[in-house]
């Protein structure tokens, strides 16, 4: 396996994932940059391997970058990653080094929220399902009962989570004449949005999707004890991080029939082995984290991952910081 490397005296960054759209010249013209070739990212040996001389390292989702990263990678002035979310990075510990830490905010909020109404509509309306029958020869006449779903007018969305994705979903939800109820850490008054407790939200959607950040305290929110709260023909769709549910339990209320449905964008682990019980657990529609996989989108991100980059190696502020503390204590 090949890298592309080209020799200078300017600073090394290192890309753990190409970029939509490849390298540009801007980042050239400040860097020496090598990229990793393969189709699926560094382990945590090969990223150490190739980012230990390096000041800037440019990492996805899949790229864990903690303390054992930290400490073998002493040259980093800059890590920015091509995603909103961040529970990859040891940030407590960036921070503490004075490492800036970049994300993608905003630019995927649409892309995502697309996806979530696609797996909204497709566990609502069994489209796969009613794909797969149809393939299979079941289609012999026009029958009343046949393949009956969710309507989604008049249904009771719950959006746990209502920053900038879960208000985007809630906005399509609306135009589709939804009810909609949010349970938030910070109640953002929106019109037509209750905001309402875990439990009242759970016991009341017919519909509930998450849209929080994966930290300590939203890890395993959903486990057993909240699908025995929820409505038996109730759906869950989850297009935020895989580990916000107990996925196991999710697995044994679908088989149990605890619950009716599920639509999932992400997993834990990604990528989710087919030996998991989730994917063959009854209802469900599995995507491999494609939320915001939109040409538009993807490449908005390598734009504003790059321009991070760029800044924390030229000494200026990042635009869009994760931990904008590190300049206070400079
Ligand atoms: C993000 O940006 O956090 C997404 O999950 C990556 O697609």
Redesign the pocket.
């Known amino acids: 396996m090949g890298v592309e490397l080209v020799t200078s005296q300017l600073p090394k960054v290192f890309i753990a994932r190409p970029p939509q759209g490849g390298i540009p010249d801007r980042l050239r013209a400040v860097a020496e940059v090598e990229v990793w070739p393969g189709d699926r990212p560094p382990s945590k040996a090969e990223l150490i391997a190739h980012a230990s001389s390096a000041e800037g390292l440019l990492t996805s989702?899949s790229d864990r970058v903690d303390l054992e990263v930290l400490n073998a990678c002493q040259s980093l002035r800059v890590i920015s990653n091509m995603?909103?979310?961040f529970d990859n990075f040891d940030i407590d510990e960036m921070t503490r080094r004075g490492i800036p830490a970049g994300n993608?905010p905003g630019v995927?909020t649409d892309a995502t929220a697309d996806i979530t109404f696609a797996l909204i509509l497709a566990t609502a309306r069994r489209v796969l399902e009613a794909n797969e029958a149809l393939l299979n020869g079941e289609w012999t006449s026009w029958n009343a009962s046949f393949m009956l779903g969710l309507e989604l007018s008049g249904a009771t969305l719950g959006i746990i989570g209502l920053g900038r994705i879960g208000l985007a979903v809630a906005k399509r939800a609306q135009a589709f004449s939804m009810r909609v109820l949010a349970n938030s850490r910070t109640p953002r008054p929106y019109a037509g949005i209750e905001n309402v407790s875990l439990d009242r939200l759970l016991r009341e959607s017919d519909i509930v999707s998450l849209h929080v950040s994966l930290s300590e305290q939203t890890r395993h929110l959903i486990g057993k004890s909240e699908f025995e709260l929820m409505k038996p023909d109730a759906i869950l769709i989850n297009t935020a991080r895989g580990a916000v549910v107990d996925q196991g339990a999710l697995a044994e209320a679908l088989k149990s029939g605890t619950i009716g449905g599920a639509g999932l964008d992400v997993f834990d682990p990604e990528p989710v082995s087919l030996d998991d019980p989730i994917v063959t657990a009854p209802h469900v529609v599995l995507l491999p984290?494609i939320?915001?996989a939109t040409v538009v989108t993807r490449t908005r991100m390598a734009e504003i991952a790059i321009d991070n980059l760029i800044a924390g190696l030229i000494g200026e502020p990042l635009p869009n910081c994760i931990n904008p503390q590190v300049y206070g204590s400079r």
């Open positions: 989702v995603a909103v979310g993608t995927l984290h939320g915001s």
